[in-house]
């Protein structure tokens, strides 16, 4: 090549600059193209330090500027470069003298096509409280998205919801405003970074071929039964293995779909895609058709057209994303709801502080006609911890700008005309269902009421904090069975962040101390001489194992929380929130054995056990077994129990 053209080069690492200054700067024309205050990618070693060193190297004579904006109106335009110029040093850079300074623009249009305020200001007042989510899930159901629903209905008189995007914080703020838009009727869609082969659809219709391929395998059949798609029915495997070598796989699909599928769209849309693929292979057998996913995995998305989601483009409906999914993408209206969330650290990171801005940059210059910017106000007036401050709060204080004018959000409901349908009865109709020979552990335990914790309850002391006066009952299970999974998930999150994540939107928020202590101690506890879990790395651990096992003719089908292996020995663990008493002190050797006698606990650490015998046997040659753990957690006391392979 005699020129190279490397757009977005503020999203290029240390390394790949390296590659492409050793190979083109001397002997080639070398255009580097991209704005640094978008650099948003510090999470795959994007570094705006990269792209300054490159300018620096082609030198301050070599510098050009694009001067015109040609996707957003000039009312817009002249708002922004109000905003970004009141104060040139905004977007600091930390580890060098300075700062990345805005340059104002020119319209390259002349037209407006909403004719409204460019920008528009909404702001909540609240209390935080002592909740560390911010804003609280009360501020969102009762202020802020029924606010921007009301504005999406409004807009939708003009433009199209197709042009509406909402930017979020996050995967959950995304879900829980999707709920939200469905009770107003407003039709949405959630945009995901994925290619095909990295889709929900496409892994599950993988997993179905190899399982219809060998259905006696019990590893395949049991992937597939843990998936989305066959919901624990094992029967389906061998008639369309059947269906397949008779007419090959475009009925065995239309069987497949018709009689055995009960997701959601998106996984229906993933599947449909994935199956108009592999239909293209006339003749093809389950081994060809496996070939030729593998091939689409090992493709470049980049190059290869087929694995482009499909998705719902073209609908009609709102877009939903995080600012990193936004980048380089452009809407008529945008709300940057993203920009209010506050970040809980650790300790103050004035590197993240300088992401945040260029964050909040990216927001900022995704619309074409109109800006939403949220402001919300703690009435409490609490300081605001280091670090923690959300980019826009960021944002205000270093324009010192003030917000008194800054109104709180005052709007009607949107009412539409209701009309009424008188309601026919459906005709009635039977169903017959053939028995399931599936059950599990823990429909086959004790059904009776349990005697050992009423006897107890009333001596639980409900005015304090601990993990002894933690609400009792299977939702709290649940809430901290997820928080020791998305630990072992996100290894390098804080347990901190991770269990407010959690716990966001449940019943034990503000809890988030207590019990993030008492997975803090549990993890380092010493289960045996100076082994503790977390010391466990990464490929020595599996969670939220599933395994049929075989027995009395029925299949029994079990979880076990963690499955891990320690000096070339496996043991399962598994979580038990059960209250034993109000203290440390009541979890006893003799009160923990009542209540695993009571619970059947003991039985299904035999189960398990056997379970997990057959699975390692199949990987290890004489592999040992150490048993199971039960880990109690509001005690922090571990039973172990000896199971020999």
Not at 182 to 198: F, G, V
Request: proline share 5%; with cysteine.
């Amino acid at each position: 090549y005699k020129v190279v053209i490397i757009d977005e080069f503020q999203d290029t690492d240390p390394f790949q600059w390296k590659i492409f200054e050793r190979l083109f700067l001397e002997k080639h024309l070398i255009y580097l193209v991209g704005d640094p205050k978008q650099s948003i990618y510090g999470f795959r070693s994007a570094d705006t330090y990269t792209y300054m060193q490159a300018a620096n190297v082609l030198g301050e004579e070599k510098k050009a500027f694009l001067d015109t904006n040609f996707r957003s109106s000039p009312q817009l335009i002249e708002a922004l470069n109000a905003l970004f110029t009141q104060n040139p040093d905004w977007i600091a850079l930390p580890s060098l003298p300075g700062a990345l300074n805005y340059h104002p623009v020119k319209a390259g249009r002349t037209e407006n096509k909403l004719d409204e305020s460019p920008i528009v200001y909404f702001g909540v007042k609240s209390e935080q409280g002592r909740l560390r989510s911010w804003p609280t899930k009360q501020m969102e159901e009762e202020k802020l998205f029924p606010y921007i629903a009301s504005e999406v209905i409004r807009l939708r008189e003009k433009i199209e919801f197709a042009d509406i995007a909402v930017l979020v914080k996050d995967r959950f703020q995304a879900q829980r405003l999707q709920l939200h838009f469905n009770q107003w009727k407003i039709p949405s869609a959630i945009k995901r970074t994925l290619n095909l082969a990295e889709s929900r659809g496409f892994i599950a219709m993988e997993m179905l071929l190899m399982a219809t391929a060998q259905p006696e395998k019990e590893s395949l059949v049991r992937a597939v039964l843990k998936g989305p798609l066959m919901e624990g029915d094992l029967n389906p495997f061998f008639s369309l293995k059947q269906l397949f070598l008779e007419k090959g796989f475009a009925p065995f699909f239309a069987e497949f779909i018709s009689k055995h599928f009960h997701a959601n769209h998106s996984l229906y849309l993933e599947l449909r895609q994935t199956a108009e693929i592999l239909m293209q292979a006339h003749k093809a057998g389950l081994e060809e058709l496996l070939h030729l996913m593998y091939e689409l995995k090992s493709s470049d998305p980049e190059r290869d057209p087929r694995l482009k989601l499909q998705g719902e483009e073209g609908e009609d409906k709102v877009q939903i994303m995080t600012t990193f999914a936004s980048k380089g993408l452009e809407f008529e209206a945008v709300f940057a709801l993203g920009m209010a969330s506050r970040h809980w650290v650790d300790e103050l990171d004035e590197e993240k502080q300088a992401e945040k801005m260029r964050q909040l940059y990216v927001a900022f210059t995704r619309a074409r006609e109109k800006l939403y910017i949220p402001q919300l106000f703690d009435i409490a007036k609490k300081p605001i911890l280091p670090g923690h401050a959300s980019p826009i709060e960021l944002f205000f204080k270093q324009r010192s700008m003030p917000t008194h004018w800054i109104e709180e959000i005052s709007f009607k409901p949107y009412l539409e005309e209701k009309k009424t349908t008188p309601l026919i009865q459906p005709p009635a109709f039977n169903l017959h269902f053939e028995p399931e020979y599936l059950t599990s552990f823990s429909s086959m335990a004790k059904s009776h009421a349990s005697t050992f914790l009423s006897d107890r309850f009333h001596t639980q002391d409900l005015t304090k904090k601990t993990p002894h006066t933690l609400p009792l009952g299977a939702e709290t299970g649940t809430v901290i069975h997820a928080v020791f999974e998305t630990h072992f998930q996100e290894r390098a999150i804080p347990l901190e962040q991770v269990t407010l994540e959690v716990l966001s939107g449940t019943h034990l928020e503000g809890w988030e101390e207590v019990i993030a202590k008492m997975v803090k101690e549990i993890l380092k506890m010493p289960l045996e001489g100076d082994f503790c879990l977390d010391t466990l790395k990464e490929g020595e651990y599996v969670q939220e194992m599933e395994f049929l096992f075989p027995q009395n003719n029925q299949l029994i089908k079990g979880f076990a929380d963690l499955v891990f292996k320690q000096s070339d020995t496996f043991y399962i663990l598994d979580w038990k929130t059960n209250w034993i008493g109000d203290s440390d002190n009541a979890y006893t050797e003799e009160n923990i054995h009542l209540a695993m006698k009571e619970h059947d606990y003991y039985l299904q650490a035999r189960l398990y056990g056997e379970a997990i015998k057959r699975y390692v046997k199949r990987l290890y040659t004489n592999p040992q077994f150490g048993g199971a753990y039960y880990v109690f957690v509001r005690g922090k006391k571990a039973v172990h129990i000896e199971i020999s392979i």
